[in-house]
């Protein structure tokens, strides 16, 4: 009885520190989106797209312009973030190592509107164009 005892916490003291190491091996990417002026973004298309693998992943940010991406592979990233009437957010090359929480806010400008009309006789044409 007292072997067998002996071997379950052996086993028990071997396999422990590789249950814990494995549950680690993913990381946290989060931020928040603002405008230029600082306010809160609410509803934003966030995309987070592997590099390597090209896989995605979206979320849209919450009430507080927050947004958080979990379990996310080591690796290099690309994120995007749009919003109807801002102007679009992309950065490359974002870094995520094991266990961190990497942190990238996200500010963006409303977008510019122009307006073009074009006269001929008979015709108007109106075109709106975002930027």
Same mark, same amino acid.
């Given at each position: 009885?007292?072997g067998? =005892?002996? #071997?379950?916490?052996?086993?028990?003291?071997?396999l422990?520190?590789? #249950?814990?190491?494995?549950?680690?091996?993913?990381?946290?990417? =989060?931020?928040?989106?603002?405008?230029?002026?600082?306010?809160? #973004?609410?509803?934003?298309?966030?995309?987070?797209?592997?590099?390597?693998?090209?896989?995605?992943?979206?979320?849209?940010?919450?009430?507080?312009?927050?947004?958080?991406?979990?379990?996310?592979?080591?690796?290099?990233?690309?994120?995007?973030?749009e #919003?109807?009437?801002?102007?679009?957010? &992309?950065?490359?090359?974002?870094?995520?190592?094991?266990?961190?929480?990497?942190?990238?806010?996200?500010?963006v &400008?409303?977008?510019?509107?122009?307006?073009?009309?074009?006269? &001929?006789?008979?015709?108007?044409?109106? &075109?709106?164009?975002?930027?």
């Amino acid at each position: 009885m007292n072997g067998i =005892l002996k #071997l379950r916490f052996l086993l028990a003291f071997l396999l422990f520190p590789a #249950l814990v190491f494995a549950q680690f091996d993913t990381a946290e990417v =989060l931020g928040t989106a603002r405008d230029t002026t600082h306010g809160v #973004l609410v509803g934003v298309i966030v995309t987070l797209i592997n590099q390597d693998a090209g896989i995605q992943a979206k979320t849209a940010t919450d009430e507080n312009g927050n947004y958080n991406f979990f379990n996310v592979k080591v690796g290099r990233y690309t994120i995007t973030a749009e #919003l109807a009437g801002f102007t679009k957010f &992309s950065t490359t090359d974002v870094g995520v190592n094991v266990n961190a929480r990497q942190r990238v806010d996200i500010t963006v &400008s409303a977008a510019r509107t122009t307006t073009r009309r074009c006269y &001929s006789p008979g015709t108007t044409t109106t &075109s709106t164009t975002q930027r």
